[in-house]
């Protein structure tokens, strides 16, 4: 069994759309264990197209495309798939009652070169489309099944779902099922993390862990491949375990969790509230408190102090502890994090300074040292880190730190 | 002149990577008036290799590959490419002597597999990479000239720019040169600004313009095709005149140019200091400023006032007009500018206040309400809007909204 998927499309040639099409319907088929050997994107040229079909369903036993089932002239996928076959293109009824139907839904009258959508090469089977007008195609030409679905994606993942992928489980051609479960880690380096699992993110390793690093995040990621999502889940699990032992508090969440979602739910369940004090980050960690919903809870705000006179006379950091050792400095983070749970009356506070860059460094202070202060009721500390990355990377990576430093703070005091 | 461009990898195909490089390259292709007709991208299979090689060859005349060039087994470009033009590989003393520098240069010792990067078909020409181990190839089989590039897509735009597009322009295929410019407004919708420019916007308009709205930045691009770039560019600059003049201060940069970019600039000439208070975008205007290097010059800090204590305590807000007016009201929104204008001491000071979403909203203050205060010496204001979209949207539009009130400000004021 090898697959293949077509995009059809001038758009997409010209480098005026990206193809993201292809890359989901990979995704999908590696789910279900059918290997993808090629993807083929074609202009909105006939004979290009027919060519392109015929190698397809000589080479691959399943082809998926998206794209050129639309009513104007450069649609030409009809077309090309009933000259690859030998067939002639045939009016199919019932499509043509439902694509009618699906513009009085939206009260609008069918323009007349709609029609067209309702043309299908001879022996092949009309896909429905329950979110547009252009209807799929499923056919088989020689030994190999053909799916043309529309390009519009929302239509297209619809159209897959629904039909396609139930077509596939059929024809016996969906082996299994694929799963990924993605564990999210902060606090450490890429390299120190694979040092405490080598066995389990070795090559070979089933099921396959794979590692990957975004902005200070690393990210281990299960593939487990089963006979059924329960099978495949059941896989995992023990994998799952393993790191979780191994990585301790590295771990902050799963799939798309972010370190603001478990601050969050950390907040909540304890019932304290928190405030911000950022100079090098400037806001960037209330911006991310914030964008969780329900965030004013517990949230009760910030405070951005870039400029000294708003550390000392908002935050009442003292000014001889600046002069003494600088904006950027644990004793100054420190403080911070002090003064602003006393203005702002909140069981936690969290701060950052640092040398965000291009300028601004000294020769003790180089671009990307930074601090992260932390007040609690009955202590203060402040942690130093560097980093390497531009302006936006320090900062955000900086930001990331600070709701590290909350999150195990909230952990480690019950 | 037909173009193809192929990717080569296992990662493409199988769905674990996007690939970008062909969409890339279709834009760089287009820009000098090559016609891309077709993508392809092939798993890493010597055979199917061969035959992408082989398929392309016959029907583009120009191909451009990427991938396959590393100095693993699955690398296969260089053998591909051989048994297509039916010929050996041989080695290439100059490139193997490069490559053992490039490893030189970082202090590590070549590893013997990279040998392999040194084989190239016989009768091809080696493409230094000035970024990376791996040589790029360029030959000619049948009627067809073909370049092979590294997959690593900063490698490849390296090469393709700096020995790729010279070649090109050597045999005579790139045709002239098509230039892009990008003109950035925000303060209308789209249909608004079309409105304002039918004919310029039209169908068949030369040079061409495009219109886009991403979170409610609208830009218009000029795509000018000319016989050099001085050419192109001279057809664009009326183009860009007509919208300036039409549109005026709805125009606010160019290119990559964000809001904030022009804060930065016109604080700085006129040497003025800003403050932000944030209730509903709860810092993402203080973080946008601050990603601005050198913004310290002119950011003072921020007030994120999420909870009514911190309006009435840190900004000055009178406890009465939150409970007359509410907290999301444009007196509110107006006092809390005035509030931290003189707080914190600065020539101007901005806020927002708003129902960011999904809940907070009541029968009179649905979610997507929002206000922007501003208060500057001498006078202060709020305006209101009412955004549709996700709590992110709201407060990332809203951020956009409070920034271009400073700048209409100061273009105001001179």
């Not at 907040?267 to 914030?290: C, D, M, N, W, Y």
């Not at 000014?319 to 009356?345: F, N, P, W």
């Not at 202590?379 to 320090?394: D, F, H, P, Q």
Request: hydrophobic letters at 40%.
């Amino acid at each position: 069994m090898k697959a293949e998927i077509i995009s059809i499309g001038s758009e997409i040639t010209n480098g005026q759309n990206l193809d993201t099409n292809s890359h989901w319907l990979s995704r999908r088929l590696a789910e279900v264990g059918i290997p993808v050997c090629w993807h083929t994107t074609v202009a909105d040229d006939l004979q290009d197209n027919i060519d392109v079909f015929r190698v397809a369903a000589q080479r691959a036993s399943l082809v998926l495309a998206t794209g050129g089932l639309g009513p104007t002239l450069d649609d030409l996928t009809r077309e090309a798939m009933a000259k690859v076959a030998g067939v002639e293109l045939v009016f199919h009824e019932e499509s043509f009652e439902q694509i009618k139907q699906m513009f009085a839904k939206r009260n609008r009258t069918m323009p007349e070169r709609n029609r067209v959508q309702a043309l299908f090469p001879a022996g092949s089977e009309a896909i429905p489309n329950h979110c547009g007008t252009a209807p799929g195609i499923w056919m088989k030409i020689g030994d190999c099944w053909l799916a043309a679905m529309p390009g519009v994606p929302s239509e297209m993942y619809a159209m897959y779902q629904t039909s396609v992928l139930p077509k596939l489980a059929e024809l016996g051609v969906a082996r299994g099922v694929r799963i990924q479960r993605k564990i999210n880690c902060f606090g450490a380096g890429e390299s120190a993390i694979e040092e405490k699992i080598p066995d389990v993110i070795a090559r070979g390793h089933v099921p396959e862990v794979g590692i990957t690093a975004s902005d200070a995040t690393i990210s281990l990621r299960i593939f487990a491949l089963g006979t059924s999502r329960a099978d495949a889940e059941a896989q995992a699990a023990p994998v799952e375990k393993t790191i979780r032992e191994r990585l301790g508090s590295l771990v902050y969440g799963v799939e798309d969790e972010e370190l603001q979602d478990v601050v969050h739910r950390l907040l909540s369940a304890k019932r304290k509230t928190l405030a911000t004090a950022e100079s090098l980050t400037a806001g960037l960690v209330a911006h991310r408190l914030g964008q969780v919903p329900g965030a004013s809870a517990w949230f009760r705000g910030g405070i951005v102090a870039y400029h000294n006179e708003i550390k000392t006379q908002i935050l009442g950091v003292p000014r001889e502890l600046i002069e003494q050792h600088g904006a950027v400095s644990a004793e100054v983070a420190e403080a911070m994090a002090v003064g602003c749970r006393t203005r702002l009356r909140t069981d936690l506070a969290v701060s950052t300074t640092g040398i965000a860059g291009p300028g601004g460094a000294t020769a003790d202070k180089p671009v990307g040292l930074v601090y992260v202060g932390l007040a609690w009721d009955g202590g203060s500390e402040a942690i130093s880190y560097s980093w390497s990355g531009t302006r936006l990377e320090v900062q955000s990576r900086t930001a990331k730190l600070a709701l590290n430093r909350v999150r195990l703070h909230l952990l480690k005091n019950g």
